[in-house]
């Protein structure tokens, strides 16, 4: 869960609400909408390594295509698809 804070509350108090980023992410509000998001280091370092290289899939050829539809991945990575599927990480 996400705390929500006006720009100016953030203002008036931020060493409380930089304190409460460490726990869950604060949203701060500018004129009554989401504007920036408060949260931790850890999981600013987290959400930075998921960064990933994108291709088309029309500038593979189609051994490359056959290759990634047949690739299977380690089960020691599982635990990514896991975080993929939770509430704290799902994709609106």
Known sequence: MALTVTAAAVSRNFAAYQDAAVREPVIITKNGGPHTVL?????????????????????????????????????????LNAELLTDKHAAD
């Open 39 to 79: 949260i931790a280091y850890e999981d600013y370092l987290r959400l930075s390594r998921r960064d990933r290289r994108v291709e088309a899939t029309a500038s593979l050829s189609d051994d490359d295509l056959a290759a990634v539809e047949q690739s299977v991945m380690e089960p020691s990575l599982d635990h």
